[in-house]
C-alpha cells in the first residue's frame, strides 16, 4: 500500500489529464474547475483513507474529529471505504449529516438568541431547488470526487497486488480454486 505522500503526488501527477480530458468532454471552464477541485479534495483530504488515521484524516486538522464515528464504523479498506462509487456516495451522506446536526443544532441555538423565523421545510426546497438548476456543476463536482478516490484505491490495489506477486509468484493472480485444483494434480502426480 503506498504511503500517503505517494497518494498524494499520483494526484497530483494526474490532475493535468483530469483537467485536460474534461475540458475537452465539456468544453466548459467552470465544470472543468470543478471537476479538478473536487479531484483535488478527494486525491488531498475526502479519499478512503479517511477510515484510518491517515494524512488525509490529519489535514482535518480540529475537525477531524466528524471522522472517529466513520473510522470506528468501517475497516480499513472495506468496500464502504474503498469501493467503487460506493465510497464517496458514503463519505458524502456521512458528511453531510453531520454537517446537517450540527446546522440544526446552530440554527436552533441562533434562533433562541435573536429570535429570528427560521422554516426548515422551505429551506429543503430551496436546497432542491437549487441542486436541480446546478445539476451538471453538481455532477462535475461528483465526478471529480470518485476519480480522486478511485485514483487512492487503484493505486492501493496496484500496490499490494505488486508485493504479493513479488513475494508468491504469479500464481497469486489466479482465483483461489483454480491453484487449488493444481495443487491437487500436482498431489496426485507426486503420489503415483
Not at 25 to 37: H, I, Q, V, Y
Not at 87 to 97: E, H, K, M, P
Not at 98 to 103: D, L
Not at 137 to 150: D, K, N, Q, R, T
Request: contains cysteine; charged residues 15%; proline residues 3%.
Amino acid at each position: 500500500m503506498p504511503s500517503g505522500r505517494i497518494h498524494d503526488r499520483i494526484t497530483l501527477w494526474c490532475l493535468p489529464w483530469l483537467v485536460l480530458l474534461t475540458f475537452l468532454l465539456t468544453r466548459s471552464g467552470e465544470l472543468t474547475l470543478l471537476a479538478a477541485a473536487g479531484f483535488l479534495f478527494s486525491g488531498l483530504m475526502f479519499g478512503p483513507d479517511l477510515d484510518i488515521y491517515s494524512v488525509q484524516f490529519k489535514r482535518w486538522g480540529w475537525l477531524r474529529w466528524i471522522w472517529i464515528p466513520y473510522q470506528k464504523a468501517l475497516s480499513h479498506r472495506s468496500q464502504l471505504s474503498h469501493g467503487l462509487l460506493i465510497g464517496t456516495i458514503l463519505r458524502l451522506l456521512y458528511l453531510f449529516v453531520i454537517a446537517s446536526v450540527i446546522g440544526v443544532f446552530g440554527v436552533t441555538i441562533a434562533q433562541l438568541v435573536w429570535g429570528f423565523p427560521w422554516n426548515w421545510q422551505n429551506f429543503w426546497q430551496i436546497c432542491l431547488q437549487k441542486l436541480q438548476q446546478y445539476s451538471g456543476e453538481a455532477i462535475a463536482l461528483f465526478f471529480g470526487l470518485e476519480l480522486g478516490s478511485m485514483s487512492h484505491s487503484l493505486a492501493d490495489w496496484t500496490g499490494s497486488t505488486y508485493k504479493r506477486i513479488k513475494r508468491n509468484g504469479i500464481k497469486t493472480l489466479l482465483p483461489k480454486w483454480k491453484a487449488k485444483k493444481k495443487r491437487r494434480k500436482s498431489r496426485q502426480k507426486n503420489k503415483s
